[in-house]
C-alpha cells in the first residue's frame, strides 16, 4: 500500500506514517505535472485526512503517472511535495467572476475563503484590498484637475472622485457607501457581521464584473460575430 509521512492536523503527531487509500487527479500544470487530493489515514489516531500533492521535479513523475499514486509501493514522499490539506478554507461558496486578474483573483478568494469561515473583518480588509487595486488602475496618469495624492491614496476618496467623472458607473453608487462604512468599521473597531461584508462582497463582485467581465465578454462577441461574417463571406 502507498503511505505517506506527514504531520498529522487530526492528532498532532509529527511525521507519522498515513495509509495513503485513494486520490484523484484535480490539476494537470507545465505539460508534466499532476496535482492530487489524497485520502489518507493516520496510522496513530487512525482518522482521516486529505492531502493536496503536487508531483515533484526531483521525482520520477513519469513512473508516477505510468504506475498510479496509490499503487507506489512504500512512501511517495520521493515522488511528492505536501501543499496542504482540504479543510474549510476550500469551502467554495463565492467564486470570482471570470476574467478577472491572477493577482485580484487570489485577494478575492482569500477575501472569500474569510467570509466562508466566519472572519467579517478579515473579509473587509481582503475585499477593500480588492477595490483599492482595481481602482487604482482606472485613475488617469499626470496632473488632473480634482485629483490631488491625497484622492490618489485614499479609496474613500477616490471612488467618489471616479463616480464624479464618470469613469465608474453611477449605478453602483448608492451601494459603493459600504466601502467607506463598512470597511472602516472592519479595519478599526473589529465589529462586522455577516451581512456587512456580504455588502462589500456584493460591491466588489458587482464592479469586477463590470471592469472586466463585462467588456471581456463583449470583445470575445465580436470576436465570434466577426468569424460568422468572415466564414459567410
Known amino acids: 500500500m502507498s503511505e505517506l509521512v506527514a ?22 500544470v507545465h505539460n508534466w505535472q499532476n496535482w492530487y487530493e489524497a485520502f489518507c489515514i493516520c496510522r496513530h489516531c487512525r482518522r482521516s485526512t486529505v492531502f493536496v500533492l503536487s508531483e515533484s521535479s526531483n521525482g520520477d513523475y513519469k513512473y508516477v503517472h505510468q504506475t498510479g499514486l496509490v499503487k507506489i509501493d512504500g512512501s511517495v514522499n520521493s515522488f511528492v511535495n505536501i501543499k496542504g490539506i482540504i479543510s474549510l478554507k476550500d469551502k467554495a461558496d463565492f467564486l470570482p467572476p471570470d476574467f478577472v486578474p491572477a493577482e485580484i483573483e487570489a485577494v478575492f478568494r ?29 485613475l488617469p496618469e499626470g496632473e488632473t484637475e480634482g485629483l490631488n495624492y491625497r484622492t490618489r491614496r485614499d479609496l474613500g476618496l477616490r471612488l467618489p472622485w471616479l463616480f464624479k467623472n464618470n ?23 473589529g465589529k462586522l457581521t455577516t451581512e456587512d461584508a456580504e455588502d462589500l462582497l456584493d ?9 472586466y467581465t463585462e467588456p471581456e465578454r463583449l470583445k470575445q462577441a465580436q470576436v465570434r460575430r466577426q468569424k460568422r461574417r468572415e466564414a459567410n463571406a
Not at 15 to 25: A, E, N, R
Not at 169 to 189: F, K, M, W, Y
Open 110 to 138: 482569500e477575501g472569500a475563503t474569510c467570509i466562508s469561515v466566519g472572519c467579517n473583518n478579515a473579509a473587509s480588509t481582503m475585499f477593500r484590498l480588492c477595490i483599492d487595486l482595481i481602482t487604482r488602475t482606472l
Open 203 to 211: 460591491f466588489t463582485t458587482l464592479l469586477l464584473e463590470r471592469i
Open 167 to 189: 469613469i465608474l458607473p453611477h449605478t453602483l453608487e448608492d451601494i459603493s457607501t459600504c466601502v467607506r462604512e463598512d470597511g472602516n468599521d472592519g479595519a478599526h473597531q
Open 7 to 28: 504531520d498529522c492536523p487530526r492528532c498532532g503527531s509529527n511525521k507519522i506514517t498515513f495509509d495513503l487509500v485513494s486520490s484523484i487527479i484535480t490539476k494537470y
